[in-house]
Structure formats: C-alpha cells, structure tokens
C-alpha cells in the first residue's frame, strides 16, 4: 500500500477543520502541482485557499511535488 499524507485545513469562516488522507499521486490528481489548494468547507459552503506547505507539512520533506514539474 502507497503511504498516505494528511492534508488539513480549517474553514477562515466558521473554523471547521477538513482532514483528507491521500497518497502523493492521488494529491497529484486532485490539486496538481500548484503551491496553494482551493477547498470547500462542507459546513458553510465558503470556498477558500490555503498553502499546500500548511495543508501537508511533509509537503516539503516528502512529497516534493513541487520540483517534479
């Protein structure tokens, strides 16, 4: 089984936090490369951006997606 991360936001809104394990290629497919993810809070329906470093911390140290461009 591919190793998962955790990427966790909470809504600037209302503050509900959203959690999502996903392994690197199925981050990959659903926000591609791009330094921040545009996400949906289920409670309040506000759309908001967070940096995908804040989102998943390992960003940096394992995922590396940013330099495999």
């Known amino acids: 089984m591919s190793r998962?991360?955790?990427l966790k936001t909470s809504c600037p809104?209302?503050?509900c936090s959203a959690v999502s394990h996903?392994?690197?290629d199925e981050i990959?497919?659903?926000y591609g490369d791009i330094p921040?993810?545009?996400m949906?809070?289920?409670e309040c329906i506000l759309k908001y951006e967070t940096?995908?470093?804040d989102a998943c911390p390992e960003w940096d140290n394992e995922c590396k997606?940013?330099?495999e461009k």
């Open 40 to 42: 949906e809070c289920s």
């Open 65 to 67: 997606m940013e330099d």
């Open 13 to 15: 809104q209302c503050g």
């Open 28 to 30: 990959k497919k659903r």
């Open 22 to 24: 996903l392994t690197k």
């Open 4 to 6: 998962q991360y955790k």
């Open 51 to 53: 940096p995908m470093k």
């Open 36 to 38: 921040n993810v545009e």
